[in-house]
């Protein structure tokens, strides 16, 4: 009885952080997960029941060089110390970091726990956090998250360090990696190592044609500095095919078994570098690790399609004025990053066959847009993964197949966003769209999570908005 009591009490206190609002960008659809039904051991320990769990799906990053290295959970004494902590985020599925719903289609390297290890934390954690005794402890036979680790066969790293210009808050460059090719190599893995976290909004690799090198030297330095501005893609004529992408919260990715992209010589990577410099403005020179295979190997090719919803945003409540006009916004996108982008979120709407009276019911508080794409393709596409990207109103993102049918398959539910765990996730077993079959994808935005309310369209700032999604597929 007195377990049940804890799990209302901590039911209670996320309660309490969700009715404040401000901080958090959670949909009504995430809550606390319910485990006052499961049976757990009498008398939990740390060394029995606990430790194998910590162990199994936290050290990986709560230990020293990792990425949440200032918080171990490695010695028994870190573990107890937190101990409240701890339960309040498993419980709430803030800890690990796994945004997927429950709902979503098996992916791969799921970091969540199971309903039986939440519970056991919480009531060792009610019980007085014993510690028990240290010959109890059996290792955990699996590890339900671990870093993929690539081989490392190509670094790719810009030559001298780029400091991000010093007159915008967001500033996107490009730099150039001439590859030196003798035959076709299949990319089949990658890892991005950003120079300075603080700054890194986005990465992005695209393989550009050998016919835009003369274009790149034109344009790469030429305002005495490295790479060139590039908001959009490339900002070549060929704006390439995406091969790697980095948000915060992507680690090691390996392409499934027997895929790979395929570079042929004379193909340029092109490294996307979005620097957010609302923090902090320092030289970067990121890093990205290429694993590589023979092009001569029997792998099938993979390929990237991009898909973009529009986003139009009003003003929240109580926030008037000339910055809630849609004409203002398309102004501000034209001035930051250039005239041509002025018409971006009109052809967004156009492209998904809607209007603007489409979003006629879009408040401040609560916007959301969709769109819908049916397979063009006559062969059946097979689709490994997909990619879902917003900003920081971003509330909850879905990408679902065949909506509203009975064979619907939701392949990416992330009812709670959060911009700093995106992934670049994979699914367990493939997923195969038939011609006819349908992709929507959907964004919900809150615009009263801005500190500067105003009415946001499509554009590539932080303080802008996106609703974009890439689906990696075989080459049909
Ligand atoms: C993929 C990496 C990752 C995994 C796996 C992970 N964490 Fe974390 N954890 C973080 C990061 C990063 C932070 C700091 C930022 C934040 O709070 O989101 C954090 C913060 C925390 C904090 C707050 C620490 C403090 O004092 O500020 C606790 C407690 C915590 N995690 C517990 C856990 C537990 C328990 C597990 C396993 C059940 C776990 N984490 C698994 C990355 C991870």
Redesign the pocket.
Known sequence: MRWLMVVALLLLSTMAVLAHGDEDNSDDTAEAVDVSGISVPADPTYHEHVRP??EA??V???SEG???A??P?TDPQD?VW?TE??A???ING????WMPSRNNLPLKND?S?SDA?IAT?VAWAESGAQMGDESAYVPATTTS?DFVDIRVDETLQLESPYTPASDVLDDYRCFAFPLDLDSPQFVTGYEFLPGVWEMAHHAILYLVDSTVAAEIRERDGADGRPGWSCYGSTGLSDSGSMIATWTP?T?GIAFPAGTGYLIAPGEIFVLQMHYNLWTTRQPDQTRVHLQLESGDADLDELWTIPLNAPVEIPCPAGVEGPQCERENALNRIAELYGEDLRDLPDRRLRRCGQTLDDYADNIGENARSHCDYPSPFFEPLIVYGVLGHMHELGRSFRMELNPDSEESLLLLDIPRWDF??QDRYQFVEPVEIRFGDMLRMSCHWDNSLSDDPRYVVWGEGTADEMCFATVMALKP
């Open positions: 769990i910590i799906s936290c990986s990053c709560h990792q990425i949440a200032y918080a959970l573990v937190a902590d701890i309040f985020r498993v803030i800890m690990p970091p970091r726990l290890e934390i998250f919260g680690f700093h765990w």
